[in-house]
């Protein structure tokens, strides 16, 4: 049984000096417990925060501890009576082959429903995250212009579609040709700009000739900077997540002061925890959508338990395309 261990706290980028794969024997549930098999394991941005011992909304992961996140597990032996052996279910886990958890902290995923990693990606948190981000926050409106960065990630890739949904015009801001193909012919969004070879400021400007009213920000930094200039009179940015700083903590920008003041902005930043008790009502938007062919969404699935690292490494180059999982084994 292999589990992933944080070693070092990255300063910077974290590397394979900071995990160690790491042998151990197989657990035992207790009383109220189940003995599961991980099947996919999640790969999320936020990670990286809880690799520092700075203090968060959420508690930073011990040295020489797994690593936890979003998982799908199968129950191969259960001491517990919500669940029997064969179940499929969902939860925070450890990055372990086999694990062990308690009965309360498990959801139960049914295949019929569709794919079933989809409860990681579309169907749970990244999805919840754009519905809620953006319809509690963003608030838009017909015919308003919304420009979204990191819009081919997992949340980002929800948030346009949305934004489509709600009858805006969109603009994607992306890193890779594939990425801005991606958005333009297959989820129909207006302009997008490719942040890497592109100047972003005069495409900015140039894709959105009515201002932006709504800024759904995945990645913060250099990007943000060229969209608060645009910002409409009572624009709203939804301050999802600041990726472009994930890995140099002393980064810094332009003073936004004043064009906040200027364009009577509201910013306001949130974890998708805040909304907790409407997950269901996010849910049923994001499965209705889905059914009606007016919501997709894209997977990035790479193979194997020992690739756990490369695939996490992966998120700050830009290597995945949609939700970035890894595939553990087979049901
Ligand atoms: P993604 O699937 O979007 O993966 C990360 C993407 O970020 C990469 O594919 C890459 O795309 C882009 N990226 C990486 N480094 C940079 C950089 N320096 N500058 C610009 N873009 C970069 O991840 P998620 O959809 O899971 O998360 C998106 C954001 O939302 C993250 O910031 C995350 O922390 C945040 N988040 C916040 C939540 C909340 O509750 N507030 C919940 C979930 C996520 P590219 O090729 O375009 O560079």
């Known amino acids: 049984n292999r589990e992933i261990h944080l070693v070092k706290r990255p300063e910077?980028?974290?590397t394979h000096e900071h995990l160690n794969i790491v042998e151990q024997s197989n657990p035992k549930p207790e009383e109220g417990e189940v003995l599961l098999r991980t099947l996919y394991v999640s790969v999320d941005p936020y990670m990286r925060g809880r690799m520092s011992d700075a203090k968060s909304y959420i508690e930073p992961f011990q040295l020489n501890e797994p690593i936890s996140g979003g998982a799908i597990a199968?129950?191969?032996?259960?001491?517990?009576?919500?669940?029997?052996?064969?179940?499929?279910?969902?939860g925070a886990l450890e990055w372990k082959e086999y694990s062990v958890a308690d009965e309360k902290s498990l959801r139960k995923v049914d295949p019929s429903l569709g794919p079933v990693t989809t409860s990681l990606g579309i169907l749970g948190m990244p999805g919840?995250?754009?519905?809620?981000?953006?319809?509690d926050i963003g608030a838009p409106k017909e015919g308003e212009t919304l420009v979204v960065s990191g819009?081919?990630?997992?949340?980002?890739?929800a948030v346009v579609q949305i934004g489509k949904i709600y009858g805006c015009r969109v603009v994607?801001?992306?890193?890779?040709?594939e990425k801005t193909r991606y958005l333009t012919d297959e989820l129909g969004v207006d302009v997008v700009i490719n942040y890497k070879n592109e100047n972003v400021a005069q495409a900015l400007e140039e894709a959105c000739p009515n201002g932006v009213d709504v800024y759904f920000d995945n990645v913060g930094g250099d990007i943000s900077d060229s969209v608060y200039p645009?910002?409409?009179?009572?624009?709203?940015?939804v301050q999802?997540?600041?990726?472009?700083?994930?890995?140099?903590?002393?980064?810094?920008?332009?003073?936004?002061?004043?064009?906040?003041i200027?364009?009577?902005a509201l910013v306001k930043g949130f974890t998708v925890g805040d909304y907790q008790e409407r997950f269901s009502e996010g849910f049923q938007h994001l499965s209705k959508w889905l059914q009606e062919g007016k919501l997709t969404y894209e997977e990035t699935i790479v193979e194997g338990f020992d690739q756990i690292p490369d695939a996490f490494f992966g998120l700050f180059k830009g290597e995945n395309l949609g939700k970035q999982l890894v595939k553990v084994a087979d049901p």
């Open 240 to 260: 999802c997540g600041a990726i472009s700083s994930y890995n140099t903590p002393n980064d810094q920008g332009p003073r936004i002061h004043m064009q906040l």
């Open 74 to 90: 199968q129950v191969t032996e259960s001491r517990s009576e919500q669940f029997n052996q064969g179940d499929i279910v969902t």
């Open 151 to 157: 819009a081919a990630g997992a949340v980002g890739s």
């Open 262 to 264: 200027k364009s009577s």
């Open 12 to 14: 910077a980028t974290p």
């Open 128 to 135: 919840l995250t754009a519905y809620f981000g953006l319809i």
């Open 172 to 177: 994607g801001i992306a890193g890779t040709k």
């Open 230 to 237: 645009l910002l409409n009179k009572f624009a709203r940015i």
